[in-house]
């Protein structure tokens, strides 16, 4: 898989139910070990809670799924929230919402509709990016022709990450261009003066 939907960062959002808070945290993982990391956190932060519901989308194939009821009735927490991940495609996200109890029963029902939106409003508040699987390279080139590569370097598509200086200068860049039609490009400004030594690929949102 080349591409795949995530969310742009980590994200709160509260609403207020019939005296209930909802408290919906967003995280990005991408190890299941993480979710109990990341609960752990929301119990720091939101010490003393009634309930810390879950849901997870492990996996750029999706396939690794988790959710917690964390002690709500069966099926009306943990499920309503990965259901919110599912239908919006997202992979490598947690969203826990921390309830703090206000009295008032909400039924089956009610408590589907409150943890569905608190999930939701928890997901559009940190938005919705496509990881596209990028190529890094770290390319060296003479100080001679710095400001020519680096000019060609300064356009959509690409980010140079850093530049190390030494006998020659070293510009470690990412991309989401095709790969050898970007080196070609480079090998054809620098006549074949450079050095490009491709690093392992990751997901990046551009």
Same mark, same amino acid.
């Given at each position: 898989?080349?591409?795949?939907?995530?969310?742009?960062?980590?994200?709160?959002?509260?609403?207020?139910?019939?005296?209930?808070?909802?408290?919906?945290?967003?995280?990005?993982?991408?190890?299941?070990?993480?979710?109990?990391?990341?609960?752990?956190?929301?119990?720091?932060?939101?010490?003393?809670?009634?309930?810390?519901?879950?849901?997870?989308?492990?996996?750029?194939?999706?396939?690794?799924?988790?959710?917690?009821?964390?002690?709500?009735?069966?099926?009306?927490?943990?499920?309503?929230?990965?259901?919110?991940?599912?239908?919006?495609?997202?992979?490598?996200?947690?969203?826990?919402?921390?309830?703090?109890?206000?009295?008032?029963?909400?039924?089956?029902?009610?408590?589907?509709? /409150?943890? $569905?939106?608190?999930? %939701?409003?928890?997901?559009?508040?940190?938005?919705?990016? @496509?990881?596209?699987? !990028?190529?890094? #390279?770290?390319?060296?080139?003479?100080?001679?022709?710095?400001?020519?590569?680096?000019?060609?370097?300064?356009?959509?598509?690409?980010?140079?990450?850093?530049?190390?200086?030494?006998?020659?200068?070293?510009?470690?860049?990412?991309?989401?261009?095709?790969?050898? /039609?970007? $080196?070609?490009?480079? %090998?054809?400004?620098?006549?074949?003066?450079?050095?490009? @030594?491709?690093?392992? !690929?990751?997901? #990046?949102?551009?």
């Amino acid at each position: 898989m080349m591409e795949y939907l995530s969310l742009s960062k980590c994200a709160e959002n509260e609403i207020v139910i019939q005296k209930s808070r909802f408290i919906g945290l967003a995280y990005l993982i991408a190890r299941e070990e993480e979710i109990s990391l990341c609960i752990e956190d929301a119990k720091v932060r939101y010490p003393n809670a009634s309930h810390y519901c879950f849901g997870a989308v492990i996996g750029i194939d999706g396939l690794l799924q988790r959710f917690s009821d964390d002690g709500e009735p069966s099926g009306t927490a943990g499920m309503p929230i990965l259901q919110v991940l599912l239908q919006k495609n997202l992979k490598n996200v947690l969203v826990v919402v921390v309830r703090y109890f206000g009295g008032i029963k909400l039924g089956a029902g009610g408590l589907v509709r /409150a943890y $569905t939106r608190a999930a %939701t409003e928890t997901v559009n508040a940190a938005g919705i990016v @496509k990881m596209v699987l !990028s190529s890094q #390279a770290v390319v060296t080139v003479p100080y001679s022709l710095l400001g020519s590569v680096e000019y060609f370097l300064r356009q959509p598509g690409i980010v140079i990450k850093e530049m190390s200086y030494g006998e020659k200068v070293d510009i470690h860049l990412l991309t989401n261009h095709d790969w050898n /039609a970007l $080196t070609g490009k480079l %090998t054809d400004i620098c006549s074949g003066n450079l050095e490009i @030594k491709r690093l392992d !690929s990751v997901y #990046a949102s551009w």
